[in-house]
């Protein structure tokens, strides 16, 4: 297993809106529009959301464990951190 991945996110506030955001996705609207539309994470909002590659020890515990278990190109449920909920998309 790599110790280096890449992933977007969208964080929201809410469970509520990160499942809505999910079925926003699931219905066929493009990730990245949505990370630009409705992240809270404004500076990877800009870049579809995209956070580039990191490593253990990185982000966020709940975060890292679940972005590291994604396989490439799968999108996670909402995960709860202390920033709010986030959806994530592994790349590589």
Not at 11 to 21: H, N, T, W
Not at 65 to 73: D, I, S, Y
């Amino acid at each position: 297993m790599s110790n280096k991945i890449k992933c977007s996110h969208i964080l929201v506030a809410k469970q509520s809106e990160a499942l809505a955001v999910l079925d926003r996705i699931k219905a066929g609207e493009k990730f990245g529009k949505l990370a630009k539309e409705l992240s809270t994470d404004t500076g990877s909002a800009k870049k579809d959301g995209n956070l580039g590659y990191f490593t253990k020890g990185m982000m966020v515990k709940p975060f890292e464990e679940t972005a590291f278990k994604l396989q490439v190109g799968e999108i996670s449920e909402p995960v709860k951190s202390e920033f709010g909920y986030h959806i994530i998309k592994r790349f590589g």
